[in-house]
Nanobody
Framework: QVQLVESGGGLVQAGGSLRLSCTAS????????MGWFRQAPGKEREFVAA????????FYLDSVKGRFNISRDNAKNTVYLQMNSLKPEDTAIYYC???????????????????WGQGTRVTVSS
């Protein structure tokens, strides 16, 4: 069983930045691909970004490319989501998740993930 704990959410003005962190309890963290998803009010949860255990390849939702950056520190069992140039439409609860998969086709799907965190809220004001 892997426990994931997100942190770093909060209220920020449009154009600002936040860095989300997700720390995992797994002893073999490096063997998991990690993803970030988000759910805005009244909307379904959507894929945001992922970083593969295989070569550290990264994948992004088109609307966050160039603004968000996902990275991982295997020594700290932590994955990060650096979010820059935030927009009001980025407002959502952000969830991190862990998966054994490593391809873009699978990591963009929620059902590819085996473990989920409780989420951290991000609010971007205009």
């Amino acid at each position: 069983q892997v426990q994931l704990v997100e942190s770093g959410g909060g209220l920020v003005q449009a154009g600002g930045s936040l860095r989300l962190s997700c720390t995992a309890s797994a002893r073999t963290f490096s063997g998991y691909s990690m993803g970030w998803f988000r759910q805005a009010p009244g909307k379904e949860r959507e894929f945001v970004a992922a970083i593969s255990w295989h070569e550290g390849t990264t994948f992004y939702l088109d609307s966050v490319k160039g603004r968000f950056n996902i990275s991982r520190d295997n020594a700290k069992n932590t994955v990060y989501l650096q979010m820059n140039s935030l927009k009001p439409e980025d407002t959502a609860i952000y969830y991190c998740a862990a998966s054994f998969s490593f391809t873009e086709a699978t990591l963009s799907r929620q059902n590819s993930y085996d473990y989920w965190g409780q989420g951290t809220r991000v609010t971007v004001s205009s």
